[in-house]
């Protein structure tokens, strides 16, 4: 197999390629931005989560459920990447680096830190503000967007699939499947398999422009509008007559459960840090490091079709590394500064 990096490697590079002309080469390229791009997601996504204090609270549940499904989204695009004779790399040189940009220059301008959730609705420094203009579609049903989205990039990874597969060839090799979170990791056999993963992913990221739906639960909202719900602090519901016909967040309040307070990672993560603190720090370090190695090396076992489970179980001794540092603090205000 292939292994693809892509350093300096932008979308809007790649979507400036002609149609109808794009190889396997690009393919790979595109895949493994869409391999980044999903990861990229996951750690603030979950640092926010470790600040709500009551794991069961529905912001908690909603900002774990999300992450979860941004890991489905990142095993469909390493198994699409497998299929187009790549290798995804995950560990090292290729894991994201906080506070800094998405991969591929999405957004360009967007800086993502993490940092935990903020106790007061609207702020415009919050991290679920950052959430929101993440998922940004690039048509919602409140309003449409300018600029290239990540569902522009996978829209045209679809429309060149077909092509390439038909003239290089397209499936097999190493898949890893079984349960994600809620979901499950399908293997990518066909071109139809992977555009049944890209459909799934763009409409549990930003929906439709006809519906908030996620896709595949019609009373699930796409991340896009859940993640605004909460910061809005208000429902998102469909206004009828007499009022204007619309969507809008003016439905029953949601207001913030009780919060850790944890503050925002600098650049280069927690540095001078001893005792207690600095070893359960480190800690968090020494399994999210772990989680990598062994993703990375999931994917690049045997050909054919393989259990997802043993690569994620280091899942479970990161989240435990995190509540013993969380747990150590009087009053938290370090989290994990995911350093790979």
Same mark, same amino acid.
């Given at each position: 197999?292939?292994?693809?990096?892509?350093?300096?490697?932008?979308?809007? !590079?790649?979507?400036?390629?002609?149609? /109808?002309?794009?190889?396997?080469?690009?393919?790979? +390229? !595109?895949?493994?931005?869409?391999?980044?791009?999903?990861?990229? +997601?996951?750690?603030?996504?979950?640092?926010?989560?470790?600040?709500?204090?009551?794991?069961?609270?529905?912001?908690?549940?909603?900002?774990?459920?999300?992450?979860?499904?941004?890991?489905?989204?990142?095993?469909?695009?390493?198994?699409?990447? +497998?299929?187009?004779?790549?290798?995804?790399?995950?560990?090292?040189?290729?894991?994201?680096?906080?506070?800094? &940009?998405?991969?591929?220059?999405?957004?360009?301008?967007?800086?993502?830190?993490?940092? /935990?959730? !903020?106790?007061?609705?609207?702020?415009?420094?919050?991290?679920?503000?950052?959430?929101?203009?993440?998922? %940004?579609?690039?048509?919602?049903?409140?309003?449409?967007?300018?600029?290239?989205?990540?569902? %522009?990039?996978?829209?045209?990874?679809?429309?060149?699939?077909?092509?390439?597969?038909?003239?290089?060839?397209?499936?097999?090799?190493?898949?890893?499947? *079984?349960?994600?979170?809620?979901?499950?990791?399908?293997?990518?056999?066909?071109?139809?398999?992977?555009?049944?993963?890209?459909?799934?992913?763009?409409?549990?990221?930003? *929906?439709? !422009? %006809?519906?908030?739906?996620?896709?595949?639960?019609?009373?699930?909202?796409?991340?896009?509008?859940?993640?605004?719900?909460?910061?809005? *602090?208000?429902?998102?519901?469909?206004?009828?007559?007499?009022?204007?016909?619309?969507?809008?967040?003016?439905?029953?309040?949601?207001?913030?459960?009780?919060?850790?307070?944890?503050?925002?990672?600098?650049? &280069?993560?927690?540095?001078?840090?001893?005792?207690?603190?600095?070893?359960?720090?480190?800690?968090?370090?020494?399994?999210?490091? %772990?989680?990598?190695?062994?993703?990375?090396?999931?994917?690049?076992?045997?050909?054919?079709?393989?259990?997802?489970?043993?690569?994620?179980?280091?899942?479970?001794?990161?989240?435990?590394?995190?509540?013993?540092?969380?747990?150590?603090?009087?009053?938290?205000?370090?989290?994990?500064?995911?350093?790979?």
């Amino acid at each position: 197999m292939s292994v693809t990096t892509v350093p300096g490697v932008t979308i809007a !590079s790649l979507l400036q390629e002609p149609e /109808g002309s794009c190889t396997k080469d690009w393919l790979r +390229t !595109s895949l493994q931005v869409a391999v980044q791009l999903e990861f990229a +997601t996951i750690p603030p996504y979950l640092y926010a989560y470790w600040s709500v204090v009551d794991p069961a609270a529905e912001l908690a549940d909603a900002l774990l459920g999300i992450a979860w499904q941004e890991m489905l989204h990142m095993g469909l695009a390493c198994n699409m990447l +497998t299929a187009a004779g790549g290798k995804p790399k995950i560990k090292g040189e290729a894991a994201p680096k906080y506070p800094g &940009g998405l991969p591929g220059d999405v957004r360009r301008g967007l800086v993502i830190p993490l940092q /935990g959730v !903020s106790t007061v609705v609207k702020d415009p420094e919050d991290a679920l503000k950052t959430f929101v203009d993440i998922e %940004q579609p690039e048509k919602t049903v409140l309003m449409a967007i300018d600029g290239p989205t990540i569902g %522009q990039f996978y829209a045209r990874i679809a429309k060149e699939l077909p092509g390439i597969a038909a003239r290089e060839g397209f499936g097999g090799r190493r898949q890893l499947t *079984g349960r994600i979170g809620g979901d499950k990791l399908e293997p990518i056999h066909t071109v139809d398999d992977a555009l049944k993963a890209i459909k799934l992913i763009c409409e549990q990221g930003e *929906g439709t !422009s %006809q519906s908030p739906s996620g896709g595949v639960d019609p009373a699930e909202l796409a991340h896009f509008y859940r993640f605004a719900e909460h910061w809005e *602090g208000r429902r998102l519901e469909r206004r009828k007559p007499p009022h204007e016909d619309k969507w809008a967040f003016t439905g029953e309040e949601i207001k913030r459960p009780a919060l850790h307070l944890l503050a925002k990672v600098p650049k &280069g993560g927690w540095t001078g840090v001893g005792g207690d603190l600095g070893d359960a720090l480190a800690k968090c370090n020494t399994e999210y490091r %772990q989680v990598l190695a062994d993703l990375e090396s999931g994917w690049d076992g045997p050909d054919g079709v393989a259990d997802v489970n043993p690569y994620v179980g280091a899942m479970f001794g990161l989240n435990a590394a995190v509540k013993h540092l969380i747990g150590i603090q009087s009053e938290p205000t370090c989290g994990p500064d995911f350093r790979a």
